[in-house]
């Protein structure tokens, strides 16, 4: 239907080389949901209700919608118990260690959805993740702050009870602003899938041994970490920040281009686009729009711009099809937001929860799935004779 689909062998073996969650054409820069082109979901969706596509396979109706919202809203606490496990960290300890620990510990308080093989309690244990992670997340950031934790409202939006949570303080009520929380949720849209990548691979393979869904999620979110992957957001903002101004863009130009340096241009180059990610694009859209009605003027932003004029331009890059992939503008509208750089693989992993617990579902759904075994090329010695040490 949609072209030739080429898989990697080595998927093969883990029974895990099909999917009708989500199609990307990396050469053309096309990113499909269940068919809907990403572009129109991040601009007229709303993160719930692509939500309830990427689970459910199709579009909810209003009805289908209202009754998703309401039963998402209804999980949003978490147990009391979890508020005391914040206790044994440590204030600085990074929010991407907390979460990973928190997600994995939630299958010792919810043991009503743990049996794999029934669906509705797959979709409950989904449904529940959803809820939840916006709670904990915020309860990370709450923690290395220093506040108190907030609880959730049921009278906010998804986005909004989320911003409510990271940034409302017992002495006064936080405004949550229409345009901040719009943009948070099309920034939720843009990271909550994106076909088997490494963390969802990740969560896959773990789902292919009948692991329970906490213990998967918590494995994508630890696969998420890696700054060449999710952690991507942060480090770019980090190297942004590191330029520090325009005229010293073609030394680190050169630096990318340099073999022997290991220093990439965070938030340049994808594994699967050759092409403009279609992501960075609505971000670009988004980033601009955020700083121009919150009129802020952000020196990243200027360094952002001209290091993409001048990558877009040269050859280097241009041969080697590097384009800013979705990470590239996501941290400049997150630190106009007031999220800070280390919440922001957070904010990714909370957005992507939802593609990794379809994937799960999808796989478990299937009668024929078997544990994943990826093969490997052995490059070892030849059998050979041991001979033990005189003790
Ligand atoms: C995400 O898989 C997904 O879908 C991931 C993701 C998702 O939604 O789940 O899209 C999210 O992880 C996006 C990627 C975020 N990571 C970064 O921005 C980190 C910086 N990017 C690089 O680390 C890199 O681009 C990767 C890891 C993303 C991809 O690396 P590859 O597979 O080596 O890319 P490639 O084969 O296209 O590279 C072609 C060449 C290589 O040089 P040669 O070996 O041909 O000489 O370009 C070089 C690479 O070394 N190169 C870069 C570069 N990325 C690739 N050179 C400088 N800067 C870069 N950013």
């Known amino acids: 239907k949609h072209g030739y689909f080429t898989f990697d062998p080595g998927f093969l073996a883990t029974g895990s080389c099909e999917s009708k969650i989500t199609y990307i054409d990396g050469d053309n820069g096309v990113l499909l949901h269940r068919g809907y082109p990403i572009e129109q979901l991040a601009t007229e969706a709303d993160y719930l209700e692509v939500c309830y596509m990427l689970i459910h396979g199709e579009a909810p109706t209003s009805e289908q919608y209202e009754e998703f919202k ?64 916006p709670t904990i997340a915020a309860m990370c950031y709450k923690h290395n702050i220093g506040q108190p934790f907030v609880y959730p409202r049921n009278d906010l939006s998804y986005s909004e009870n989320f911003l409510n949570m990271m940034f409302s303080v017992p002495a006064e009520e936080y405004k949550v602003s229409p345009i901040i929380a719009k943009a948070m949720d099309r920034i939720f849209t843009l990271h909550a899938d994106h076909e088997q990548n490494a963390s969802t691979s990740t969560v896959r393979l773990a789902g292919s041994s009948g692991a329970n ?100 331009e040269d050859p280097y890059f241009v041969e080697k099809k590097l384009y800013p992939n979705v990470d590239f503008y996501s941290g400049i509208i997150l630190k106009a937001i007031g999220i800070p750089t280390n919440m922001f693989t957070v904010i990714f992993a909370l957005s992507r929860t939802v593609g990794w617990i379809s994937h799960w579902h999808e796989m478990l759904s299937e009668p024929s799935q078997k544990i994943g075994r990826p093969r490997q090329l052995y490059t070892g010695e030849a059998k050979r004779e041991f001979s033990p040490i005189k003790k």
């Open 70 to 133: 309401k039963t998402i809203t209804k999980h949003t606490m978490v147990h009391q118990g979890i508020h005391e496990f914040f206790g044994g960290f440590r204030r600085d300890a990074h929010p991407m260690a907390m979460l990973c620990a928190v997600t994995g510990a939630l299958s010792s308080f919810y043991h009503d959805d743990l049996n794999i093989a029934d669906p509705k309690q797959r979709v409950r244990s989904a449904y529940r993740l959803i809820a939840k992670i």
């Open 213 to 312: 869904p906490y213990a998967c999620i918590a494995a994508g979110v630890a696969s998420l970490w890696g700054p060449a992957h999710g952690g991507a957001n942060e480090a770019c903002l980090k190297m942004l920040a590191e330029i520090g101004s325009v005229e010293r863009i073609p030394e680190f130009i050169d630096k990318a281009k340099d073999k022997n340096d290991p220093f990439r241009l965070m938030g340049f180059g994808h594994r699967v686009y050759k092409n403009f990610d279609p992501r960075a694009k609505v971000m670009r859209e988004t980033c601009h729009e955020v700083l121009s009605e919150l009129n802020i003027k952000d020196p990243l932003l200027d360094v952002a711009m001209e290091l993409e004029r001048i990558a877009l």
